[in-house]
Structures are given as structure tokens and as C-alpha cells.
């Protein structure tokens, strides 16, 4: 309890001295800072339903990364049926699908269509590895995380790639094409617990000019 409470007073002397820089009343930046720090995952939820419209607004959120060369790989299922979570469950997948009432599988397209960096102009797209797929779709999973944080939601990244235990399932239950890979899936709910935030920052991890 002593280093929660030791964390979360550090996390609030960390925001409330990014204010104090500022020398101004809360602006947008300073709600940005503090949503990202004050985010932390949640694992236990209510039964209140994750709406429509807040489910559009965290893939919106989501859809917002940045993409290597812009082609945006992505994919989405969101599963909101009770009987298809548990199905999850049952096949070894973690048991908190079953228990949030949304879960968010991020997608990613392994290969692309593309043109080589070198061709000329009238050359054709080709089938080709796209090596930043996972990259990309993490940018996503963190949005979403932050977005559902800012709606006062809980949320957690619980990984699938690349376990092959835990993607195989995923992708035979969901329908999920060969060649697009389900990175994260993303338990979303209304907090059923308050955990306090994490202060991670280690001055000591940092290095200038070089290591």
C-alpha cells in the first residue's frame, strides 16, 4: 500500500510540474500529458455495456496512429457477443474476454500491395512483406488504450502475436485471413477497480549525446 501511494503522490508531482512549466491554467496539452499518465490497465469490469459510440471513438482514436509510408495496415474485429468471448475463453485465450463486455482484436496486414522503392512509375504494385505491420498496429493498441482512459473506460493490452497458441485460436474462431495477423486484443469496459498509476520514470534508463 506504502508504494502505491509513494507511486501515485511521484505520478502527481509529475504532472503537476508539467503544469507549473506552463505557468497557465489546464490546457489541452496539460490534459493530454495527464491522460497519459494517469492511464493504467484495468482488469476487472462492470456488466454496463461499452456503447456504440464510444466503441467508434476509440477505433477513430486508434485509426489516428502514425504508419510507416502511410499504408496503414490495420484491422479491426470488435466483439461484443457474449457467447463468441466465451468461446475465446474456452479455447485457452484469456479469461477477462469473457468478462468484458467489448473486446478489440488489432489487426495487421503482414504483406501489402506496393510498388519497389526503386520502380518507375508505370510499374505494377507487388505482393510484398510488409515488415512494419506489428510496429504500426502498436501505435493503434496505444491510442485505443488512451482514448478509452480519456472516456473514463478501462482497458488493458493482453498480446496474441506472436504465440501461436494464443494467435491460432483467434484467428480460426474470428474468421481472420492468412496473411493478416491479430497483434493485441483489448478487453474494454467500465472499471470495476481503481488501481493507481504507476510511476515509471527511471532518469537512470536515459542517456545524451550517447549511451
Same mark, same amino acid.
Given at each position: 500500500?506504502?508504494?502505491?501511494?509513494?507511486? !501515485?503522490?511521484?505520478? +502527481?508531482?509529475?504532472?503537476?510540474?508539467?503544469?507549473?512549466?506552463?505557468?497557465?491554467? &489546464?490546457?489541452?496539452?496539460?490534459? $493530454?500529458?495527464?491522460?497519459?499518465?494517469?492511464?493504467?490497465?484495468?482488469? &476487472?469490469?462492470?456488466?454496463?455495456?461499452?456503447?456504440?459510440? &464510444?466503441?467508434?471513438?476509440? +477505433?477513430?482514436?486508434?485509426?489516428?496512429?502514425?504508419?510507416?509510408?502511410?499504408? &496503414?495496415?490495420?484491422?479491426?474485429?470488435?466483439?461484443?457477443?457474449?457467447?463468441?468471448?466465451?468461446? +475465446?475463453?474456452?479455447?485457452? @485465450?484469456?479469461?477477462?474476454?469473457?468478462? =468484458?463486455?467489448?473486446?478489440?482484436?488489432?489487426?495487421?496486414?503482414?504483406?501489402?500491395?506496393?510498388?519497389?522503392?526503386? =520502380?518507375?512509375?508505370?510499374?505494377?504494385?507487388?505482393?510484398?512483406?510488409?515488415?512494419?505491420?506489428?510496429?504500426?498496429?502498436?501505435?493503434?493498441?496505444?491510442?485505443?488504450?488512451? =482514448? !478509452?482512459?480519456?472516456?473514463?473506460?478501462? =482497458? $488493458?493490452?493482453?498480446?496474441? *502475436?506472436?504465440?501461436?497458441?494464443?494467435?491460432?485460436? @483467434?484467428?480460426?474462431?474470428?474468421?481472420?485471413?492468412?496473411? $493478416?495477423?491479430?497483434?493485441?486484443?483489448?478487453? @474494454?469496459?467500465?472499471?470495476?477497480?481503481?488501481?493507481?498509476?504507476?510511476?515509471?520514470?527511471?532518469?537512470?534508463?536515459?542517456?545524451?549525446?550517447? *549511451?
Amino acid at each position: 500500500m506504502k508504494t502505491k501511494i509513494a507511486g !501515485a503522490a511521484a505520478l +502527481l508531482a509529475t504532472i503537476l510540474f508539467a503544469m507549473a512549466c506552463n505557468n497557465a491554467p &489546464q490546457s489541452a496539452s496539460d490534459a $493530454v500529458l495527464e491522460n497519459i499518465l494517469t492511464r493504467t490497465s484495468i482488469r &476487472q469490469y462492470t456488466d454496463e455495456p461499452v456503447s456504440d459510440a &464510444q466503441i467508434e471513438t476509440l +477505433l477513430r482514436a486508434g485509426m489516428a496512429a502514425p504508419s510507416a509510408r502511410n499504408l &496503414q495496415p490495420w484491422s479491426f474485429v470488435v466483439v461484443t457477443d457474449s457467447t463468441v468471448r466465451a468461446s +475465446l475463453v474456452t479455447k485457452g @485465450v484469456n479469461k477477462m474476454y469473457a468478462e =468484458a463486455p467489448c473486446i478489440i482484436v488489432v489487426c495487421g496486414e503482414t504483406t501489402m500491395m506496393r510498388k519497389p522503392h526503386d =520502380a518507375p512509375e508505370d510499374a505494377e504494385p507487388q505482393e510484398v512483406p510488409n515488415g512494419n505491420w506489428s510496429v504500426d498496429c502498436s501505435a493503434v493498441t496505444e491510442n485505443i488504450l488512451l =482514448a !478509452a482512459h480519456s472516456l473514463g473506460l478501462g =482497458a $488493458v493490452w493482453t498480446a496474441c *502475436w506472436p504465440y501461436e497458441d494464443r494467435y491460432a485460436p @483467434v484467428k480460426e474462431l474470428l474468421g481472420i485471413p492468412e496473411k $493478416v495477423m491479430p497483434l493485441a486484443i483489448i478487453p @474494454v469496459g467500465h472499471p470495476a477497480e481503481d488501481p493507481a498509476p504507476k510511476d515509471k520514470w527511471k532518469p537512470e534508463r536515459i542517456h545524451y549525446g550517447r *549511451w
